[in-house]
């Protein structure tokens, strides 16, 4: 995975956290002005994480298939936690489009009280709807990290199985030539002694023609 891929995927992982963060914690409590200037932050910034998205499809078409495969799926998971926050964003948005209008009822009116009511429920729901949105991708996630952890350590046994097969038919080939240098050096001696007895036996006979004949 290459380094510029990396960097697009931690200044990602930093936009998305930053988008949980305003959906869960900040907006349920903001006032008017200040969920209006916590939307219009959200919407900057997932124009942020779209245009760092495209970027990192750019980056991940110039690398073999292992790992444009690992990368397209941290991609996905990255596009579904965009989806997320856009339709949690969305909610935000029409919620706060029902307050104005609630706050614009006449205070006299008798069903203002109620009204407020169900404003508060729908918050409330709305909170709990996002967390638990969050749970489910953060498993998610995990999960995905999981299998894409154990998917390149499955390539890396096998990549090893690989070698010690190659490692063992080298070690095979190898005594294979050693048994046939020890068994060439063996009729070497047995040649040499051959020919010193043969030379022993002349120099005897030739001794003995001289000597003794």
Not at 41 to 59: A, G, V
Request: hydrophobic share 35%.
């Amino acid at each position: 995975m290459s380094d510029q891929f990396t960097r697009y995927e931690e200044d990602l992982i930093g936009f998305i956290k930053s988008c949980k963060t305003i959906l869960a914690d900040k907006i349920p409590i903001a006032q008017a002005d200040e969920r209006k200037s916590l939307i219009r932050q959200l919407r900057q910034t997932t124009d942020d994480i779209s245009r760092i998205i495209e970027d990192m499809e750019i980056e991940m078409r110039k690398f073999g298939p292992n790992s444009r495969a690992s990368m397209n799926n941290k991609l996905k998971q990255y596009k579904l936690d965009v989806e997320i926050i856009q339709k949690e964003m969305k909610k935000a948005v029409d919620v706060s489009s029902n307050f104005r209008n609630y706050q614009s009822i006449n205070q006299n009116d008798p069903e203002r009280n109620k009204l407020l009511q169900i404003h508060s429920s729908l918050m409330n729901t709305n909170d709990t709807i996002v967390r638990s949105t969050q749970i489910a991708i953060e498993t998610e996630q995990l999960g995905n990290n999981v299998l894409t952890e154990l998917n390149e350590q499955g390539e890396r046994l096998r990549n090893a199985n690989d070698q010690l097969d190659d490692t063992k038919s080298a070690l095979y080939r190898s005594k294979r030539i050693l048994k046939k240098l020890s068994m060439g050096a063996f009729y070497n001696k047995f040649l040499i002694f051959f020919i010193i007895i043969l030379e022993l036996l002349s120099l005897g006979a030739v001794i003995y023609w001289k000597f003794f004949s």
